[in-house]
């Protein structure tokens, strides 16, 4: 069963409220964004569309939950960037941070490749669940618990074609 969580307004106006973030930080500087597949494809689509600054996009694929609602803590990339991204603004744009696991792979893996800067963007920061101590830049909405779908975030590759988002309710 699924029960309403952020309707398309709700959602609209933190994509909003981010990108306004977002520009005023970065100035009108370039920025590299990063794109965690497959959870953040509609987010980052959206997010982009608010950001004038020059931009170029890039996709990560990584994932630790298989089709489970509880993460393996084994990360797993299947895709990895095409662009170079040392020197760069580095926005990683990520659905949800829930246990922190896969950000902090993918924060060190970037990391390593000398950007000049380098943020976090998540569109859900899940606390209850967290492993490691990551923080995202820019949040759009903080909660405590729940399994979330809708608006790019699945259960089992189902769910994505949510235009809002719902928690999953066990029956």
């Not at 009108?28 to 794109?35: A, D, N, Q, R, T």
């Not at 020197?87 to 696991?101: A, K, M, P, Q």
């Not at 950007?115 to 830049?137: M, T, Y």
Request: charged share 35%; with cysteine; glycine share 6%.
């Amino acid at each position: 069963m699924l029960k309403k969580l952020f309707s398309k307004k709700d959602i609209k106006n933190a994509v909003k409220r981010l990108a306004l973030s977002i520009k005023k930080d970065f100035k009108g500087e370039k920025i590299v964004f990063v794109c965690l597949l497959r959870g953040s494809f509609m987010f980052t689509s959206d997010l982009i569309r608010y950001i004038n600054n020059p931009s170029k996009i890039d996709f990560i694929r990584a994932s630790s939950y298989g089709y489970n609602m509880k993460s393996k803590g084994k990360i797993t990339i299947t895709k990895d960037l095409e662009e170079n991204i040392e020197g760069e603004n580095v926005v990683i744009v990520e659905d949800i941070i829930d246990s922190g696991l896969t950000l902090t792979y993918i924060r060190d893996m970037l990391l390593k490749r000398n950007p000049k800067s380098l943020k976090i963007c998540a569109l859900v920061d899940k606390r209850a669940k967290r492993e490691v101590e990551i923080e995202g830049d820019y949040v759009g909405f903080t909660i405590d618990d729940g399994f979330i779908v809708g608006y790019g975030i699945d259960y089992a590759e189902q769910y994505r074609n949510l235009p809002e988002i719902y928690v999953v309710e066990r029956e």
